[in-house]
């Protein structure tokens, strides 16, 4: 099973927040950056037996891609029947009906809505309106696709609870298939971090999340990941690639990718260098196995289901010890067979992989404890 994350880097503008690999330039290029796609896919789909069971449209704004170029992808794709093929739209920046992308081959719809409220929506500054986000969602629900998940931003300077509690019961309202919901992060370089804005703090941040994972699992949509809520049948089944630690591949300009052999691959992220590359691969990685250990716990423990013991020793010939404390503490529980969150472990899930993480034990007695090193997430949250 693998997935493939296909990078769309087109932006009507750039959001005050936003640091990603984008490009606004007026009249993207659309079909030399099929055919650039395509050419990468040459080069590695030898690495990936058989097809993909996933294909993730993600950007930048895929939804600005004509459906006819986004079809011509899938095709030379070829993914499995019955695949999973998902697409970021955005409130405003759709220049067809949605329908045509279900035509060309959609399944999923992971809608950029951000918030409901007017007040935040504005502060976000992404160039759309409320309106048009429930316009968005009410076009999405009505033109039939397999599940309508939207993208929720929380923790915007200025914002308080009563405010993003209202936002949440809107959202409850509308009946999405899937929530996914990020705190957000003031990233250096952006016009955010240049407007000095303080950020919210943390008791309200804690707040705020622990309002949305009761609120969403009340109405149905229980938490699967940390960031992420579905009611049954509806989770990605993309995304649970990354947080299963199941290869995918990564094309286009500024993907990355974690190849079957356990390669890690960085493409160029500049799109004119992406463009004119022969092989637009930046860099590849093989990690140390204390550095993998960290890299599966930290992407494993954040799901549900949790970090699969055997399957890390297998793939790096480490034990995970369990601080008794963090069980006594109710932040983590342990099995023979896996080590999973608690609900009130899931908002502390990086620090406890951190936890995890030093307390590494070598299982070959032959074998030399490993450096660990700190990942970052590779999902890209717009
Ligand atoms: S946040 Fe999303 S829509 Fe906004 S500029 Fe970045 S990639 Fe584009």
Not at 45 to 55: I, Q
Not at 369 to 375: C, E, F, Q, Y
Request: glycine share 8%; charged share 20%.
């Amino acid at each position: 099973m693998y997935g493939v994350y296909v990078h769309i880097p087109w932006c009507r503008l750039r959001c005050p927040y936003c640091a990603f690999a984008i490009s606004t330039r007026a009249d993207p290029p659309h079909r030399a950056y099929t055919d650039a796609l395509l050419r990468e896919w040459d080069l590695r789909r030898p690495l990936f037996a058989g097809r993909p069971s996933s294909v993730f449209f993600g950007g930048g704004t895929p939804s600005l891609c004509p459906p006819d170029e986004l079809a011509r992808i899938l095709a030379y794709l070829d993914p499995l029947p019955g695949a999973e093929v998902s697409m970021e739209a955005n409130p405003g920046d759709l220049p067809v009906p949605l329908s045509a992308f279900r035509d060309a081959g959609i399944t999923r719809l992971s809608l950029g809505v951000q918030s409901f409220d007017p007040k935040t929506a504005r502060s976000l500054g992404r160039g759309h309106t409320s309106d048009d986000a429930r316009a968005l969602v009410a076009e999405a629900q009505r033109t039939g696709f397999g599940s309508v998940s939207f993208d929720l931003i929380f923790a915007v300077p200025g914002q308080t609870l009563a405010a993003f509690e209202a936002d949440l019961a809107a959202v409850v309202a509308l009946a999405p298939d899937h929530v996914a919901l990020y705190g957000l992060t003031i990233e250096p370089d952006t016009a955010f971090a240049r407007s000095r804005r303080p950020p919210v703090d943390e008791d309200l941040w804690r707040a705020m999340y622990d309002a949305a994972a009761a609120g969403l699992a009340a109405a149905g949509l229980p938490r699967y990941e940390v960031s992420n809520f579905a009611r049954p049948g509806h989770r990605s089944r993309h995304n649970e690639h990354y947080w299963r630690a199941r290869p995918w591949a990564g094309l286009g300009a500024s993907a990355h990718a974690w190849w079957p052999d356990g390669t890690r691959a960085t493409n160029a992220a500049d799109v004119d260098a992406y463009l004119a590359a022969a092989d637009p691969l930046l860099g590849t990685e093989r990690p140390a196995p204390g550095a993998l250990a960290y890299e599966l716990i930290w992407s494993t423990l954040r799901h549900v289901d949790g970090v699969d013991r055997a399957a890390l020793r297998a793939r790096t010939g480490l034990d995970l010890h369990v601080d008794p404390g963090l069980i006594r503490a109710g932040l983590l529980t342990e099995d023979e067979a896996f080590v999973r969150l608690t609900d009130a472990g899931f908002p502390l899930a990086d620090g406890l992989s951190a936890r995890l993480a030093d307390a590494l034990r070598v299982a070959d007695p032959r074998g030399a404890l490993p450096d660990t090193a700190r990942v970052s997430d590779t999902r890209h949250p717009a």
